[in-house]
């Protein structure tokens, strides 16, 4: 397993691991798309690999200062992505249907290959969802209801104009105002890349 284009240097790594956007971007950049590859040859469904792999880069994030070396990342990423989307089979109560040779190789093999032994913050990672939910029920009336049904429920703006009785740039307006707010609370907590992300996917 390829380690990602960084200088292989403590100046990288200090970056880093002191928050620095630049250098998270640059991690993200490099390892989003085989991240999100990575769990999908675990769970076949696209979207769900990407959440799976946007969590990830949560829980890196988070636990940024204790990752101890530049090839660590990597190994962070994989060893995070492998878990969940393990646990995200066993949830569905389908792993019985993955449990066969070719996975218990790609298990053995992962085992060797990268490191078990990071502590994930579950608890921070549970808390920042509980502040997403609770930002969003934060947020005025209306503007809430808006966004909920555009982004939870998957109407289209006229759809959502005609069911709370309202003009489609009433919609447009109140969307754009739940987003803006949800980003600047949210970019309190993480950086801008995953912020983003984090919104493209509610």
């Not at 002191?18 to 640059?26: I, K, L, Q, T």
């Not at 104009?161 to 907590?189: D, F, G, H, P």
Request: net charge neutral; hydrophobic share 40%; aromatic share 10%.
């Amino acid at each position: 397993m390829e380690a990602g284009p960084f200088h292989l240097d403590t100046y990288f790594l200090q970056h880093f691991q002191e928050g620095n956007e630049s250098s998270f971007e640059e991690v993200f950049k490099t390892y989003y798309n085989r991240i999100v590859g990575f769990c999908q040859q675990f769970i076949g469904d696209k979207d769900q690999a990407q959440g799976v792999a946007q969590e990830a880069f949560v829980k890196l994030w988070l636990n940024r200062q204790k990752v101890e070396t530049v090839n660590g990342i990597h190994s962070f990423l994989y060893t995070a992505a492998k878990t969940d989307s393990l646990n995200y089979l066993r949830h569905q109560k389908v792993i019985g249907k993955y449990r066969d040779k070719q996975l218990h190789l790609k298990e053995e093999e992962l085992n060797r290959e990268i490191l078990e032994s990071f502590d994930f913050d579950q608890l921070e990672f549970m808390e920042l969802e509980k502040m997403i939910i609770r930002s969003i029920n934060e947020l005025p009336e209306k503007c809430r209801m808006v966004f909920e049904l555009s982004r939870i429920e998957g109407k289209k703006n006229c759809e959502i104009a005609a069911q709370l009785n309202i003009t489609v740039k009433s919609v447009e307006a109140n969307m754009t105002r739940a987003l803006k707010t949800l980003r600047v609370k949210l970019a309190e907590y993480l950086p801008l890349i995953l912020v983003q992300l984090i919104m493209k996917n509610f």
